[in-house]
């Protein structure tokens, strides 16, 4: 069978993806994709701002389209459908025969016809290039306008504002997203809005755009009012792309749409429409979830015989939430208490600025609607509670009024949603599903995301999918097991609390009060990490020297053949010449090999252990400090040289990276902490792939976080903007602390951060809005480190009993002679296994010992 | 091959729940003290050479219990090599051998 899908967006590629996963067809797949990238996440396409790549958005798993056979013609699009011939003649000039057709060419963006809406910098809001135009725009803008005050208007005036651009919302109705909220949850958005640096303007009609003459453009409106701005987006809602269908007799609707029936056929029964091009019912659906499940519909129609077996589409819930950092906005079912006999209940708060509306069937037992502005932490259940029809409790307002001091909430449990409950309407996860994953092994929420797919687009069902999680776990009766290791029962951010709350400063309390045997290299280096990071005390004490792995054991970073490279601190990447020839000269004398790191520093390699003090006490003497590469610890900050140099730069990057590397120089954390600093937007620090990177900015510093070089790269995300100095520190402060307090063992920021419950928004409300109340104790416990800070090289060159560890022999003077070297490219090498089994091979001596 | 023993060294020169190496007839003999919670302190020697990386490192390693046994932790692969026997627990194919060694006078002494 030949198929012909038109479209591959979100909704034409999850079609694709259903269809070969149905056993009985064999189909011959052809997809016309006429943008120039197979399909992405259109629904997450805002966080291309924050740093996000066309690849990190895109859906579709490497090699699909190769493995599954199916012709993908990029750049190419349907021109025009034959139904008598069933061809479809495309862009390219190449007409293609079928036997299903399967339109999802989805929706394009309303702009009004406003005279100057053609006018450069003038832009919509629904694909790659668009984003790519206005960024490049808004680089050379001040200002920017919205057009309409809808869901997406508000997160395009996000984007904007992150932008630094001064921004505007221009709303036609009297309140921001009209569609979804009531006029009381409207007035609290508006200053939610408001307060990220917005100007909202409502019932304001645009008449005119002409040349402005401070900015690019003016905008004029009905009521006499103008407006400059230099750039403007038309967010003005959506039209289903039905021209094919029209162009070829298919039904259509009134204000657009290609007519549908339950099984997404059109009015010609080879012909499917699915996702937002298709009306259903006299409806369109904007949202991804319906046109997923259009598409499963329409796989299991094609594939099934007879096809009126095959499930049916029989409309979709169209509760939302918006996802804007720090404005929680959510709208769910019947909002505005249409339903005749509808009662509502309703709750602000004005200081704190919420707004709750719970709407009712006329006896109070349904739950039929809901509005939450302010705090949506309640909307996966009570979208539970609408769609499956679970009673409420006799006073259904403590449902969304504030819990007393210390008291749950009542009724809201997950063990009351039924097994059919849709979790995860993205990608259609039940609650049994879930519990399924979870009795088969899926024990974290990672886990579970990975193998049921819930959570993995939208993601507003994280929480509700961790409560399932951490209920169906209790009820299995397995608790989590993230326990260390044998010897102790807890998981690392458990020991973190049972060492900083008892105080226990040496590893022997903590086996004798928490733990059982001898220890071993798991929580050894665990509990000596977790010490450091609390007391910050010197790691080679009697006592702690025996918890350190190898590398913090010697203070250096072991290679294959036992010797050690050294790596003193460059902070900055700024070394004067004079220690740069000490470096030199140190190398020439020990004949180390010495090479440039990533992290702008240079390594030394080489050097067997008894050397070690010897070389350091000599860099120590030329003002050289422990570089910290052999830990788990704050490693580099690189920097460009930033505006002291350089023509872009717009800030001194080379005074903050110092700033930044002798601020937490010697922290230790669960895994290596690398940081970077940009001068400006260009980025040559390559901060976005740090767990720490900043980038300056006109106004100050965006503050970048969980990025990640190495095996799994992943860009950081934007934390917080425009900082001045001293919040810049302090964000980093609270986040480093943060993260050392609840990380795993060996976790890295960018791991830890996927697994954090709510994500990238909960992380910004514990460090920027201080959620938790903790802003204060992970400072004063930063400073605690930073304050007792001391060059741990310093300090054991200068104690000869620390100095004896390092000997090679307890017994005898002298290195192991099982180290051989051999010479490449004027340096020396370990010689390889092969070259030191030739009987005539000596290889160079070991290093000379120095007079 | 006859076997020796030999003095080492003080016992005190070996830090509680350490490795150092000793150099004996041109051999690298890792030596372990494990001080247990009882107060007892116990003195292991095995190979210095850890054969899955080819380096002299053993001595170097991490020392702790997998349940029953007394181990170090190679510092390079961090295979586990059992204290009493030299048994490689994760590879029994690539043991390395053990040594008889006692606390004799306060010193620590190795039959090679
Ligand atoms: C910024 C933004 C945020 C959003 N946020 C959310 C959200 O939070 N939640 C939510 O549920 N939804 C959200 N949406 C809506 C969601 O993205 C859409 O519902 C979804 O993408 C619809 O999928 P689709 O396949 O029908 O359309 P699309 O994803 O638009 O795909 C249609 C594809 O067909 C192509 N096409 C059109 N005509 C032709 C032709 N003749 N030949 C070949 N190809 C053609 C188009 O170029 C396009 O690639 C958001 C949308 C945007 C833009």
């Known amino acids: 069978m030949k198929i012909i899908v038109i479209g591959n967006g979100m909704v034409g590629h999850k079609f694709v993806e259903e269809l070969v996963a149905q056993q009985n067809v064999a189909a011959d797949v052809t997809v016309l994709c006429e943008e120039p990238r197979p399909a992405y996440d259109r629904v997450q396409l805002s966080a291309f701002f924050s740093g996000k790549t066309a690849d990190d958005l895109s859906l579709v798993t490497p090699g699909f389209f190769e493995q599954h056979s199916v012709d993908l013609k990029l750049g190419v699009g349907a021109k025009s459908i034959d139904r008598t011939l069933k061809t479809v003649t495309t862009t390219a000039g190449e007409t293609l025969g079928y036997d299903k057709l399967v339109i999802a060419t989805g929706s394009y963006p309303f702009v009004p016809p406003i005279p100057g809406k053609d006018r450069e910098g003038c832009f919509v809001y629904r694909t790659i290039e668009d984003l790519e135009a206005m960024t490049a725009c808004g680089a050379r803008s001040k200002v920017g306008v919205v057009i309409g005050g809808g869901l997406l208007g508000l997160e395009c005036a996000?984007?904007?504002?992150?932008?630094?651009?001064?921004?505007?919302?221009?709303?036609?109705?009297?309140?921001?997203?009209?569609?979804?909220?009531?006029?009381g949850g409207g007035r609290v958005l508006r200053s939610k809005i408001e307060q990220l640096g917005v100007t909202v303007h409502t019932q304001k009609n645009t008449v005119e755009i002409v040349a402005g003459d401070h900015c690019r453009h003016k905008m004029k409106f009905a009521d006499g009012a103008e407006l400059e701005t230099d750039m403007i987006v038309f967010s003005a809602g959506i039209r289903p792309r039905d021209e094919l269908a029209r162009a070829c007799g298919l039904g259509v609707g009134e204000r657009g749409g290609i007519i549908v029936d339950n099984h997404c056929r059109t009015l010609d029964d080879d012909i499917y429409a699915i996702g937002e091009c298709a009306l259903w019912s006299g409806r369109i659906f904007g949202l991804v979830a319906p046109g997923y499940e259009m598409a499963r519909v329409a796989a299991k129609t094609i594939a099934s015989s007879p096809s009126h077996d095959a499930p049916q589409f029989t409309g979709a819930d169209m509760s939302t939430k918006l996802k804007l950092m720090g404005v929680d906005v959510a709208s769910i079912g019947d909002a505005h208490a249409a339903t005749a006999g509808a009662r509502s209940y309703v709750f602000t708060d004005e200081r704190k600025q919420i707004y709750k509306k719970l709407v009712t069937s006329e006896d109070g037992s349904l739950l039929l609607g809901a509005v939450l502005v302010g705090d949506a932490t309640e909307?996966?259940?009570?979208?539970?509670?609408?769609?499956?029809?679970?009673?409420?409790?006799?006073?259904?307002?403590?449902?969304?009024?504030?819990?007393?001091?210390?008291?749950?909430?009542?009724?809201?449990?997950?063990?009351?949603?039924p097994g059919s409950a849709q979790i995860c309407s993205c990608n259609n996860v039940t609650k049994l599903q879930l519990c399924e994953a979870v009795g088969a092994g899926c024990t974290t929420l990672g886990a579970l995301k990975k193998t049921t797919q819930a959570a993995t687009s939208c993601g507003g069902c994280a929480p509700l999918v961790t409560q399932i999680l951490k209920a169906e776990m209790k009820r299995l009766g397995h608790s989590v097991n993230n326990h260390v290791c044998e010897h102790f029962a807890y998981s690392r951010q458990e020991l973190y609390h049972l060492v900083r709350v008892g105080r226990i400063e040496t590893f022997d309390?903590?086996?004798?009060?928490?733990?059982?045997?001898l220890g071993c290299d798991i929580c050894k280096p665990v509990a000596a990490s977790i010490f450091a990071s609390c007391w910050n005390d010197y790691v080679l004490t009697r006592d702690k020297a025996a918890?350190?792995?190898?590398?913090?054991?010697?203070?250096?970073?072991i290679q294959k053949n036992g010797t050690y490279s050294i790596v003193p601190r460059i902070a900055g990447g700024e070394i004067t010449p004079d220690k740069l020839i000490v470096l030199g000269q140190v190398a020439k004398k020990y004949g180390l090999y010495t090479k440039i790191t990533g992290g702008q520093r240079i390594d030394l390699f080489g050097a067997q252990a008894h050397q070690l003090p010897q070389i350091w006490s000599e860099l120590v003497?030329?003002?050289?400090?422990?570089?910290?590469?052999?830990g788990k610890a704050v490693r580099t900050v690189k920097s460009c040289v930033g505006s002291t140099w350089c023509r872009f730069g717009v800030q001194d990057s080379v005074s903050m990276s110092l700033t930044i590397e002798h601020r937490y120089k010697g922290l230790r954390a669960p895994h290596k902490l690398k940081f970077a600093v940009s001068g400006c937007t260009r980025e040559c620090a390559e901060a976005q792939s740090k767990d720490v990177g900043v980038i300056a900015t006109e106004k100050g510093w965006n503050l970048y976080v969980c990025g990640n070089g190495g095996m799994k790269p992943r860009h950081a995300e934007l934390l917080a903007g425009d900082l001045d100095d001293a919040t810049l520190l302090q964000y980093i402060d609270r986040f480093l602390m943060f993260y050392i307090r609840t990380a795993d063992r060996l976790q890295r920021t960018s791991v830890w951060r996927d697994n954090l419950e709510g994500g990238l928004d909960y992380l910004k409300d514990v460090i920027v809005h201080d959620s938790l109340g903790l802003g204060a104790e992970l400072e004063a416990e930063m400073a605690q480190v930073v304050d007792s800070y001391v060059c741990e090289w310093k300090r054991t060159v200068e104690d000869p009993e620390a100095v004896k560890r390092f000997r090679t022999f307890i017994n005898a003077d002298g290195g192991d002679d099982n180290v051989v070297f051999v010479e490449e490219r004027g340096q020396i090498r370990p010689a390889t296994a092969a070259e030191r089994e030739r009987p005539e091979f000596k290889g160079v001596a070991v290093v000379a010992e120095p007079a | 091959m006859s076997t020796l023993w030999h003095d080492v060294c003080g016992v005190d020169e070996i830090w509680p729940n350490t490795g150092v190496c000793a150099r004996i007839d041109n051999r690298q003999i890792a030596i372990f003290r494990i001080d247990r919670a009882d107060g007892a302190?116990?003195?292991?020697?095995?190979?210095?050479?850890?054969?899955?990386?080819?380096?002299?490192?053993?001595?170097?390693?991490?020392?702790?219990?997998?349940?029953?046994?007394t181990v170090v932790a190679s510092p390079i692969y961090k295979q586990h090599f059992d204290l009493a026997t030299g048994d490689c627990l994760e590879e029994p194919s690539l043991p390395v051998r053990s040594y008889a060694a006692e606390i004799n006078d306060g010193r620590v002494r190795v039959c090679v």
């Not at chain 2, 292991?44 to 219990?65: E, M, Y």
């Open chain 1, 621 to 630: 003497d030329a003002g050289f400090e422990t570089g910290h590469a052999y």
């Open chain 2, 41 to 69: 302190t116990e003195i292991f020697a095995i190979d210095n050479h850890d054969p899955h990386s080819g380096a002299n490192v053993l001595s170097r390693g991490i020392v702790g219990n997998l349940g029953a046994r």
């Open chain 1, 379 to 417: 909307y996966g259940q009570l979208l539970q509670m609408m769609l499956n029809h679970i009673a409420l409790p006799s006073s259904p307002e403590f449902l969304i009024l504030p819990a007393a001091d210390g008291q749950t909430r009542v009724g809201l449990g997950v063990d009351a949603l």
């Open chain 1, 509 to 517: 309390a903590l086996l004798s009060k928490h733990g059982s045997g």
């Open chain 1, 547 to 557: 918890l350190q792995d190898s590398n913090d054991y010697f203070l250096a970073n």
């Open chain 1, 158 to 183: 996000k984007a904007l504002r992150d932008m630094q651009l001064q921004t505007h919302v221009v709303e036609f109705a009297p309140r921001l997203m009209a569609v979804q909220i009531d006029d």
